[in-house]
C-alpha cells in the first residue's frame, strides 16, 4: 500500500508509483497554472462538476467504510461537500461533533493524485514557521483497496476569509489582512531551491526534504505558455494585437528581475477561499497543491488578483513585520499581477465560469495592469 502516516512521519511508495511520479514531474514542468494548463479539453472539463457530483453520491458509503476502519469506530455521517476544482471531499462526522475531511481522487482520473503528497509535507515544513496548517493523517495513492486516492484530515474550524468581506466593497479588517500579511511572509522565510511548480520528488527525500521547483530559472518559469495564453485571450477577445505586443514585451523585463530572485516556498493560490479565521485571527491556510519555488512577490500578487487594490496596504504592514520587500517591489508586482490574471483569463474561459453579476468582467485585471505597468515606464 502507498500511504503516509503522521504516525509513523515517512512515505511508503512502491517502484510502480515511483515510475507514475517521475512521468507525473515530466508532464508538470510545462505547466504554468494547472487549471489554465491541465491537458484536459474544454468540453470534458465543463462536465466536471456533474462528474464529481455522481461519484460524490456512488463513494459515499465507501468512504464511510474506509473511515470505519482507519477510526475504527463507525461515523454517523459522511456529507459530501461541494468544494473543489478536481477533488471530492467529504465531512466524516463521529458522535461529540468530532469532524474531519476525507478527500479523493476522480475515480476516472488515469494519474495518481500526486498533489495529495504537498500536504502531508507542508504540515511538517511550516511548523518550524508557526504557520497555521492542517494536520494530516493518511494519504493512499496506490488504488489496492479503493478506486480512489485519498487523504484524510483534520477539520478546518473557523470559516473562510472571503465570508468575512462586505458584499459589495470587499471590506475586510485590515487587522486580519495584516495578519495574513505577517502569516505569508512566514510562509516565504521558507528557502527552496529551483523555480516553478514544486517537484514533488524532492519532497520524498528522507536526508533534505527542501522544496525544489521543477525549472532552471525564474525568467523560464514565468515565459512558460505566456504566447499560449496571449492567444487564447486573443481569441476570446478580451485583448487585441496591439495589446499582445505590448505585453510581450513589458515581459522582456523578467529577465533583470530573475536575476536577483532568491527561490522560495509560495503558496501559489492565495485567494480568501484557502483561507480560514475565526473573525479575529487567521487560523489556517489550506490547499497547497499548486505551491510554487519563486519569487515572494509574485505570492502577493496572486493575492492581489483576489482582490481590491486598497486591501494591499494592510497586507503590506504586516508582510513587512517579518520580510522586507525589493526596491523594485512595485514593478514585480504588476507583472507578476498581469502574468497571472492572464492564465486566470485562461483558466475562466475553459472552464466557462461566468463573471460575477454586478462586478466588471475579471479579464479587464489585465487591462489595469498593463496601465500600471506603464505608468512606471515598462511597457
Known amino acids: 500500500m502507498t500511504i503516509y502516516n503522521n504516525n509513523k512521519n515517512n512515505w511508503s511508495l512502491s517502484e510502480i508509483i515511483l515510475r507514475e511520479l517521475e512521468e507525473f514531474s515530466l508532464r508538470r514542468q510545462i505547466v504554468f497554472y494547472p487549471k489554465a494548463d491541465i491537458q484536459i479539453s474544454k468540453d470534458e472539463l465543463i462536465t466536471i462538476p456533474l462528474l464529481k457530483e455522481r461519484e460524490a453520491a456512488l463513494y459515499q458509503q465507501i468512504v464511510m467504510e474506509l473511515c470505519s476502519i482507519f477510526f475504527r469506530r463507525t461515523p454517523i ?24 475531511i476525507v ?24 511548523k ?18 479503493y478506486p480512489f486516492d485519498y487523504e484524510i484530515m483534520a ?43 514544486l517537484d514533488i520528488r524532492s519532497i520524498l527525500s528522507k536526508q533534505n526534504p527542501q522544496g525544489k521547483g521543477l525549472l532552471q530559472t525564474w525568467e523560464e518559469y514565468i515565459h512558460l505558455n505566456l504566447e499560449t495564453h ?22 522582456d523585463s523578467v529577465y533583470r528581475i530573475s536575476r536577483d530572485v532568491r527561490s522560495c516556498l509560495l503558496h501559489g493560490d492565495l ?4 483561507i480560514f479565521s475565526d473573525g479575529q485571527h487567521i487560523i489556517a491556510i489550506i490547499d497547497w497543491e499548486d505551491c510554487l519555488c519563486g519569487d515572494p512577490v509574485f505570492d502577493i500578487a496572486f493575492w492581489g488578483t483576489f482582490n481590491r487594490d486598497y486591501m494591499l496596504d494592510s497586507f503590506l504592514k504586516g508582510y513587512r513585520t517579518i520580510r522586507q520587500l525589493p526596491g523594485d517591489f512595485e514593478l514585480r ?47
Do not use: M
Open 128 to 145: 518550524q514557521e508557526e504557520v497555521p496548517t492542517v494536520p494530516v493523517y493518511c494519504i493512499d495513492l496506490s488504488r489496492t483497496v
Open 77 to 100: 455521517a459522511v456529507l459530501p461537500l461541494k468544494k473543489g476544482t478536481f477533488h471530492l471531499l467529504y465531512k466524516i462526522v463521529f458522535t461529540n461533533n468530532e469532524c474531519y
Open 230 to 251: 496571449l492567444q487564447t485571450c486573443i481569441n476570446i477577445g478580451v485583448i487585441n494585437q496591439e495589446e499582445h505586443k505590448i505585453i510581450a514585451k513589458a515581459f
Open 155 to 197: 477539520e478546518v474550524l473557523g470559516t473562510e476569509l472571503s465570508a468575512f468581506e462586505h458584499k459589495d466593497s470587499q471590506y475586510i479588517d485590515p487587522c486580519l489582512l495584516s495578519e495574513l500579511g505577517q502569516i505569508v511572509a512566514q510562509i516565504h522565510n521558507v528557502e527552496a531551491t529551483g523555480f516553478g511548480l
Open 103 to 126: 478527500r479523493t481522487s476522480i475515480s476516472r482520473s488515469p494519474n495518481r493524485a500526486f498533489e495529495f503528497l504537498v500536504d502531508g509535507w507542508i504540515v511538517e515544513v511550516l
Open 333 to 379: 508586482y504588476w507583472l507578476y499581477y498581469l502574468r497571472i490574471a492572464l492564465s486566470k483569463t485562461v483558466h475562466r474561459y475553459r472552464f466557462d465560469y461566468p463573471d460575477r453579476p454586478g462586478r466588471p468582467p475579471a479579464s479587464l485585471r489585465i487591462q489595469k495592469a498593463v496601465e500600471k505597468l506603464r505608468s512606471l515606464g515598462c511597457c
Open 271 to 274: 485567494g480568501h477561499h484557502n
